[in-house]
């Protein structure tokens, strides 16, 4: 079982407390490095990283300490990220927007968008997302990294199922593939996103605990949707929030039999001496 090394503790989110207060950028981006560095060197080769503000800036930290460590990383990009292009449009203005997104890439995107929203129109939204993942790619290109997925926001995830837009799912997927990315569907309604019909060319990442945090509807329910719908899956599937946000403990996590459904866990930290025993842990019990 793999495991994805998550950034929410160096951008100071946590859901269970909220959001805490900041240290310096610069100390925030130091200690990421160090846990990165600890990471790839106990077999870690993936990164879910969100385009928050500064994030290239992490990026650029992480690029040297996965060289100097001697190893490569992949990114799985989270993204839309709305305060990334507000942050964008601050530093550089609209010209600045223009300069990354590119004038055709505004223009489809903004065509097509509101054309979806009139009654019995689906444009494709596939230049749309296209335009949007490139613009992030343009931003995320250091040398030891390498942006391997491109992950749609669960928040957007979410909206479009409970709005029965799964056409805007489908293109998300259909536009990572032309991009040659894997994509990844973020959802806190695993059941809803994983019974709706979309191929099963992506990865489904979700909340799923011993806990039932934000399991939705229930730990059990879930569980039980994957036990009997095992064929229907999609190619990959990852567990996130596995400790709650911690208010699990190790223990219970490890007597939870119903992760072997899953291909990897997401697991964030900020602290570099956990990476070591929760990686041996892990492999110990699930390989």
Same mark, same amino acid.
């Given at each position: 079982?793999?495991?994805?090394?998550? %950034? *929410?503790?160096?951008?100071?989110? #946590? !859901?269970?407390?909220?959001?805490?207060?900041? $240290?310096?950028?610069?100390?925030?981006?130091?200690e990421a490095a160090q846990v990165i560095r600890r990471a790839v060197e106990q077999d870690i080769a993936t990164f879910m990283l969100s385009t928050h503000p500064g994030?290239?800036? @992490?990026?650029?930290?992480?690029?040297?300490?996965?060289? $100097?460590?001697?190893?490569?990383?992949?990114?799985? @990009?989270?993204? /839309?990220?709305? !305060?990334? +292009? *507000?942050?964008?449009?601050?530093?550089?203005g609209y010209a600045g927007l223009l300069g990354t997104i590119g004038l055709p890439g505004i223009f489809s995107s903004g065509v097509d968008l509101v054309r979806s929203?009139?009654?019995?129109?689906?444009?494709?939204?596939?230049?749309?997302?296209?335009?949007?993942?490139?613009?992030?790619? =343009?931003?995320? &290109?250091?040398?030891?990294?390498?942006?391997?997925?491109?992950?749609? !926001?669960?928040?957007?995830?979410?909206?479009? +199922?409970?709005?029965?837009?799964?056409?805007?799912?489908?293109?998300?997927?259909?536009?990572? !593939?032309?991009?040659?990315?894997?994509?990844?569907?973020?959802?806190? #309604?695993?059941?809803?996103?994983?019974?709706?019909?979309?191929?099963?060319?992506?990865?489904?990442?979700? =909340?799923?605990?011993?806990?039932?945090?934000?399991? #939705?509807? &229930?730990?059990?329910?879930?569980?039980?949707?994957?036990?009997? *719908?095992?064929?229907?899956?999609?190619?990959? @599937?990852?567990?996130?929030?596995?400790?709650? &946000?911690?208010?699990? &403990?190790?223990?219970?996590?490890?007597? @939870? %039999? =119903?992760?072997?459904?899953? %291909?990897?866990?997401?697991?964030?930290? =900020?602290?570099? %001496?956990?990476?070591? /025993?929760?990686?041996?842990?892990?492999?110990?019990?699930?390989?």
């Amino acid at each position: 079982m793999e495991i994805v090394l998550g %950034d *929410n503790p160096f951008f100071g989110v #946590n !859901h269970r407390a909220g959001s805490k207060p900041l $240290e310096s950028e610069e100390a925030r981006f130091e200690e990421a490095a160090q846990v990165i560095r600890r990471a790839v060197e106990q077999d870690i080769a993936t990164f879910m990283l969100s385009t928050h503000p500064g994030y290239e800036r @992490l990026l650029a930290r992480a690029d040297a300490a996965v060289g $100097e460590a001697g190893k490569t990383l992949r990114i799985a @990009l989270v993204l /839309p990220y709305p !305060h990334s +292009l *507000n942050s964008l449009v601050a530093e550089r203005g609209y010209a600045g927007l223009l300069g990354t997104i590119g004038l055709p890439g505004i223009f489809s995107s903004g065509v097509d968008l509101v054309r979806s929203l009139f009654p019995g129109r689906r444009a494709s939204l596939v230049p749309a997302f296209r335009s949007l993942i490139r613009a992030e790619l =343009s931003r995320a &290109s250091p040398g030891n990294l390498q942006v391997v997925y491109a992950c749609l !926001h669960n928040v957007v995830t979410d909206i479009m +199922l409970a709005s029965g837009r799964v056409d805007v799912l489908r293109g998300f997927i259909e536009a990572s !593939h032309q991009l040659a990315l894997r994509p990844v569907l973020i959802s806190q #309604n695993p059941i809803r996103l994983l019974s709706r019909e979309l191929g099963r060319n992506y990865t489904a990442c979700f =909340s799923f605990n011993p806990l039932g945090y934000m399991v #939705n509807p &229930s730990l059990q329910e879930t569980e039980q949707y994957l036990l009997k *719908n095992e064929k229907r899956l999609p190619e990959g @599937l990852w567990a996130m929030q596995i400790l709650a &946000s911690g208010a699990c &403990s190790m223990e219970a996590l490890l007597q @939870l %039999d =119903s992760l072997r459904a899953f %291909d990897a866990l997401l697991y964030a930290t =900020s602290r570099p %001496d956990r990476i070591a /025993p929760f990686a041996a842990a892990i492999k110990a019990r699930f390989g």
